[in-house]
């Protein structure tokens, strides 16, 4: 039983993967958001201190803020990023350049409105190996004018 599982983790080698919460915040108008997100992407050894790698990202949104008497909600995000990692013994930093699409929902009452933009964003992080494939990490990131402070669990297959 335990056979397919084995023999699938030696072709995964590379894959990484995460799962995490970000707060999103915009200030002014002082709005903020909460979203849980996962990535998934292919680590490539540039060399035994420095990595890259491409992932994709999604997140969905948990909360939501009122500004004005308007309810305002992140409805998801999707998108990609490349990661450098600057890797260490046990803790390592990493900068994210990012492409992601957030969904904007609000409404009052009975009017609705919604609103979807791609946004270049820019973070940096750093994480800790609590095992040679799980860790955990924080991250900021600035987008567009918002600050996504991020906290989560990488896993390497």
Not at 56 to 79: F, T
Not at 128 to 138: M, N, P, S, W
């Amino acid at each position: 039983l335990l056979l397919p599982v084995i023999s699938t983790a030696a072709y995964a080698e590379g894959v990484v993967g995460g799962l995490g919460a970000s707060r999103v915040s915009i200030d002014p108008p002082d709005f903020s958001a909460v979203l849980v997100n996962g990535t998934i992407g292919y680590q490539f050894d540039s060399s035994s201190e420095l990595s890259f790698t491409p992932e994709v990202r999604l997140g969905y949104g948990v909360s939501d803020d009122r500004l004005a008497g308007v309810k305002v909600e992140i409805s998801h995000a999707y998108g990609f990023d490349i990661r450098a990692t600057l890797e260490g013994d046990d803790f390592y930093g990493f900068l994210v350049p990012s492409y992601t699409k957030y969904k904007v929902k609000a409404s009052a009452g009975p009017a609705k409105a919604t609103a979807s933009d791609w946004e270049f964003g820019i973070g940096i992080g750093g994480g800790y190996r609590l095992t040679d494939h799980i860790a955990v990490e924080i991250s900021y990131e600035k987008v567009s004018d918002a600050d996504v402070l991020g906290a989560g669990i990488r896993l390497n297959f």
